[in-house]
């Protein structure tokens, strides 16, 4: 029998975990919530999603365009769809899916799925699949971390297994916005983050635990993808070839090629639409093949991550891991292939 | 029994006609040239697309990556592919189309559909499937013409019809480069084509041969979609009403509006990877419901044109006129159905 | 004796009609009002330039970073600057011009110029010194229209004098941040203004009262430039050269041209910076000699318009008119020479 | 007695090195180099600078615009300009300048100083004169490094003297294409430099012999300015107060605040227009107060990089250097207040 999934927040993650819940054979996407008329709206409806409103259903008995000529019936309120859901995903912005703990998942004692937005600390765990599934496994509340953190801790994990890390630096260079926001700049500027080391680098450490890493970050004028240059200091010496190794066996993690002009994110994301995969995403970290350098112990390596997707997978492997799915690999290997991801 | 059709040139227009090709019922794609190894080829390989080397056979038995690590084996040169087609479409860049008419499809006496790029003459026809269809049929040779001019020629054709048009300008404002195109710039400036009226008015014509029409053109440092703004000396008065219905009705142009929060070309392809079409494309041309204005018999309006993929629909209709399929309107009905364009 | 001018808003545009005031050899400048402590104001400070709190002396003892670390003392408030002043510029944000009108200029019956951002109401007289100096002679309040308008008015205004005008379409396509805006995007959009005919064509005719203009308006990703593509109807034939040769002489309009490498809005501001004006600015309008073309009475061109500069030349000429200077040739002669434009 | 200086390649670096050596008390320049008709070249004859022709007299005897309209005489070629100078600064693309070297320089025997694009070998001391002037002492010939490693060793010097280095990753995030320049992109996309470690940290070497530095570095749609992420391994401890003591009493480093609402490299480059200097440059290496980050013995911070206008300063003071001035901190004073850099 499959699992009832609620899905609160219908933007840039949520939708797209919404499609995925669809593709899961184990799964049901009970319905989504919305708060204003806008083309997501038009889509889901569509594509055949319940969609409830964000508010009492008496209220908000139409979402509307505030030109009103346009207005979708909800199935109900945010109410109606926890009734029907056996645990929720939420999609929120920031600091919402705190709120919505409180005053809905608590009392009704409902499992939920939280996203790096919030803090470790509403959740508990904080979760990337292939590094800590067990620690979410029948937990109520698992927090799946943002992009950047994922990103992070799928790439560095195996070289710690395999090879220790002493310390870790990461500079991340982030897209400044969204493909579709029109709204957040800069057009020709580079804007760093004023704090050193970042809070990117204790994020890290809610899922690698013992990782000694530190992270500066600024945003840069595009909108497609986020770069990170990272230098390890390994407790171990490694040869690159050892590293690229290491990565083609990791799961969610795929090595592109100047050998192939994948030269730039650009590249890599005209290649994942080539792959028609939903939305022409690429929900896996990126690493160069001729971009990987050792120095002894000092590995330097760049990585791509698709800012929209690469969380995707963790959302849908966060669902099993707290409604008590056992086998980590497992989950991992059936959301990969109903994304087709990593040759699936 | 189906069309055999081979195509040549395999870059931003060659992939998608591919795809759109293998989307038809009436026909079978042969396979595709390529000259330099690249994901693309790899990626074209995955999908089960035949690849024959764009030179003699003996010198390409391989397809391979300057660093020589990867290769792939053609399954011939350029005649073996065009021995197996029944019409070909020539997706190579500017002029070479000319000089492939000259070096293969015309010792051969096969059809051949070009591009844009190349001239009028190269073809003597030039197309766009729901203005001229009937000019294009049991022709050798048929021209799809560029993108914007397929832009214009979709939203002007039905003006003519039913209002007149005593004259037209357009201003062209063209995104810079394709979004895998990391090597043209402006960054951060608008550069002006020095040449008033520019030559994309002159092309407007060789489809709607009695449209007075100027045009203005410019680059501007975006990727995603290029945008006209388009004034029109109607013979007749119409409101925007009117207007607005006359594209309802008209296929391939698709009304986008304001109130969805549909606001730029950003939210324009976002709702089409939303909308799950292969490589989240947007065959049809956009206009916006809220973007049409009259004052008296003056039209002004703003158009939104997808430059990767509007022309991929006149492709495929060209392949059936240029092959003796009589009904446009039922070719263009089958394209887009394929394609999922216009409410299918 | 000189005239004492105060200056209220000392931003994109204060600073530099601040600035520009100091070259006048028949003007002073009072002070300038800040009200929040920034770069800007630390180097108004270097310069000597007098700073005045833009609320009560009392409450604005400091004009202090939040980190409270950094502090300006003003010399008093925005009473004690006017109480000093002959004459003031508002160079406040949109609206607040007209506030600052009713609470301090009406009341002092003191004279005030105004930025484009206030309606044309507030002032009851719009300005572009070369087209309607006389309009705004001995007025109490004058208006020196935007960016955008100004530059439609110079060069508009020699084509209707020589030639009539039926009527003018301009798409404007704006620059969507000033350069050292990091907070307001698009990064990789076009953003159309859904209002079609634009605001800007009856704002045009504030100042040019019988040119019968439409426009159509739109953001693009860049910082440094507005690009305008007109057509006019004329009402006598011309050729491009007799346009040319009129744009020649006319004031504040200069010809720049592709064979001297100059073919983009990027090429145009490094041009400015190796004149060595203050900020590398480019307060002509500038239109590209190649970028003319005339059919029959219809007449295309292109303009390019620093939107940080453009109006500084008017408010100083503003200044002049308001106060009783006849002679608007001569002030455009003083205001050209102190800021080194055409020629000087 | 003034040095008379010749300057060959009026490009980006050329003309501001060419307005410096003007604002020299102790030099002249001869004049300047030109190949093709440009923008500058009419700048450069306004301004009194005299034009030689990079080839025979005969052949050049006018640098013509393509169009043949416009030209300018030159006062003859390279080699009477070299007849003229003490020495000569070659400010020509990378290569040019030890084809030069052989061609002219040699035979005559003749001191020059190049730029960054040459190698090492060629010039036999690479310079920043806060670093390393003595090294350059009556040097036939000096290379002052790039803008790049020009901004790494100013910032870098102070910290080894002081608290000594084990080792330096730099995250080198560069502007992709400079403010005219409008052939190259990427427009929305980040290009990584697949060579891991860089090209860079060598050339740091070239100046500051004894560091041990590794660097990576990508592109990024920006033209303003350059971004360095550092992490360094001091060998004793400091707190984030001393190094920015120290960055305080450093010369051609500049300390900016997020406390001045300098948040950006934009509101860098805007402070730098303010400041009222040639082109608005801002030739001071900056560093944010705010931006710097101490963790033990590990320091972290950000600096942004004026890739135009750094290495003109050193352009000034090799010339020196190489002629014989043998106190490098009067030169570097000198140089410091002819261009208003430090607090001049």
Redesign the interface.
Known sequence: MSLKVGLIGYGTIG?RVADAIMLQKDMELVGVTGH?????M??AKMKGIKIFAMSDKDEFAQIC???T??CIVPEGDVNNLLDEADIVVDCTPKKVGKENKEKYYLPRNMKAIFQGGEKHETAGVSFVAQCNYDEALGKNYVRVVSCNTTGLCRTLHPIEKHYGID?V?A?M?RR??D??????????????V????SHHGPDVQTVLHNVNI?T?A?S??????H?H?L?VDMKKEASAEDILDLWKKTTRVRVV???????????I???A????R???DMPEICV?E????V?GK?L???Q?IHQESDVVLENIDAIRAATGFKDGNKSIQMTNESMKVNGF
């Open positions: 939708k204003t008329y806008n083309y997501k038009e889509v365009s505030t030109s000529r346009d310390s630096h500079t260079v400044a916005a493909p579709w926001d029109i709204y957040h700049g800069p057009i020709n500027a580079i804007v760093p004023l704090e050193l080391p530190f500066t600024m840069v004028p595009t909108t497609i993808m770069m240059s230098t090629r100047n050998a192939e002009k994948v030269r730039s994110t650009a590249e994301m005209e290649m639409k080539d792959l028609d939903i939305r022409g160069w001729e971009g990987i350098g120095k000092k330097f390596y760049l791509a």
